[in-house]
């Protein structure tokens, strides 16, 4: 039996508003979305792996300086680079997660590599970097994670500190990326990776490693990967949330997301919004910000992309 | 208005055979799990706080060595101790984690610091041990968590493990301590605490700093800490499956646990169990292993403890 197979991604949501936006920068997030998009698709439509698929589309967005992760992750408020990055598949609830890594180009291979190498789950910073060392992972030296943007962000957020202040703009104070697919063998995958928060302290974990909070598969729901405010997505254990309103509420994958994103999120500080497929490819991305990089593409080979909330499909 | 209040504990879980235990040791367990009841009964009997009760609970268990957690905490495979925990409270859902520590005398204190200091929820260990001694927590050295029983384990695991074998005791594998109380307002709070797996791979984390998987507390529903193959744990989200249930079936505490414990869980090879306790003061403690040890006290002042999954309670 072959399924509808679908991919959807994000590159970070926040407050992404139009008149701060340029047509270049638009047309450089949408074609960085559909790269992403392009990455994932080329797995499912040779019949590949919904882990494969999510793994490729993440590493796309974290080769891509404009996202927050890999090499455009943030800055913490120490000037170094800590990434988080889970993978999970809905088959056997397989999981990988690491936390505080910098070194690795793409931390969600490092990720993947803790899913199939380790009876373990989650692992700390030094134990995943000697992990993908030994397993010749690529790494990358800190001036490939070392982007002006993301520099000058840490500089006027530390400014703003001082002052006591507060940057308004939360998108410079989380972001990540993320994709789920939905193979055509009914197969979920999801995959987070992110820098964190612009001058976070240094250490902090966010929602993305944690597994039912910023990333979570089963075949028998969804796969979802979240981004936006970590700390309230881990006290909502919101992907896992998703999944538990389909599975006793019977509610579809769009109502139970919207719910999360509206309710349980939106209303509780939790600003941000996510990816979610379920098992009948079915695509959901539910936010409670401006906007939201993200972008799907289905079996028919149509992709579109989106910035701001209300966007209509862009399809480059 | 006033909550029937309570308090539960559990020192780990695991194949605890009778044939191999000895009235001595039986009577320190008994012991060691009473003592700890008796610490956070004491704040619950003044009308205290469910976050008090747990954390003095647990301190109770750190400080004992046949427990693993704090004074007791198991080795890595690399002759370490890391230690993870985490302390969650159910009116707010504020939550303080931190996984892969040494050095605070009890970790969940400085799960507990988190929780009270930090905008964020979750530290990696360099960053909740530096706010340990900024907050002046106490420290012990190294030899204070030396424990012969704990090095003895290891040294068997790992000469098992050269010649190509495991140990057939999982309670060697894995053990945590955790408590769960309502308070007379019906605030509900977990938390929980552990050394993790003797001969861990250095940097595993468990699913005890992940928030719900091994540490969970809604004041709708219940709060949950959960002792065992954590690997597990992570991958069904046990801990907020089990509030899930309660909130979207209209399970009552005893059977959403239950249900877990023995089908997710125990179908899925993650032996364990775990304590848990609901909002009218409930309490529920459902294991898969042999045996847990346990024990509960309600307001009216009965404590009662337990070792084996069949036990009768012992009112020591």
């Known amino acids: 039996m072959t399924n509808r197979f679908s991919l959807a991604v994000h590159g970070g949501a926040g407050t992404i508003l139009r008149r701060q936006m340029t047509a270049e920068k638009e047309t450089a997030y949408h074609a960085g979305i559909k790269l992403a998009l392009e990455a994932g698709y080329a797995v499912l439509e040779k019949g590949g792996d919904a882990v494969d698929a999510v793994v490729e ?115 410079r104070r989380h972001g990540t990326v993320g994709a789920v697919a939905c193979d055509a063998n009914g197969k979920l995958a999801a995959a987070t990776s992110t820098g964190g928060m612009t001058a976070k302290a240094p250490g902090r974990i966010g929602d993305s490693p944690v597994i039912g909070a910023g990333t979570f598969a089963d075949n028998q729901t969804c796969a979802i990967s979240a981004t936006g405010h970590g700390e309230v997505f881990i006290r909502y254990c919101a992907a896992h949330e998703i999944a538990a309103r389909m599975r006793h509420r019977g509610e579809s994958l769009a109502v139970a997301a919207d719910h999360i994103v509206m309710e349980d999120l939106g209303k509780n500080d939790g600003s941000g919004g996510l990816v979610a497929v379920d098992a009948n490819g079915n695509v959901s991305m539910p936010m409670n910000s401006e906007g939201m990089y993200r972008g799907v593409v289905t079996q028919d080979g149509r992709f579109e992309t989106f910035i701001y909330r209300d966007d209509e499909p862009h399809q480059g």
Chains 1, 2 share one sequence.
């Open 57 to 171: 589309a993440v590493c796309a967005l974290e080769d891509n300086p404009l996202f927050n992760a890999g090499r455009g992750a943030v800055f913490t408020a120490d000037g170094k680079h800590e990434m988080d990055a889970a993978v999970m598949e809905g088959t056997n609830r397989h999981v990988g997660a690491t936390a505080g890594i910098c070194g690795p180009r793409n931390p969600v291979r490092v990720a993947r590599l803790i899913m199939d190498q380790s009876e373990h789950v989650f692992f700390g910073a030094d134990a995943a970097i000697k992990m993908a060392r030994d397993a010749g992972l690529r790494f990358e030296e800190d001036d490939y994670f070392h982007t002006e943007v993301r520099w000058h962000a840490l500089q006027e957020t530390l400014k703003l500190r001082a002052e006591g202040k507060e940057s308004d703009d939360p998108a």
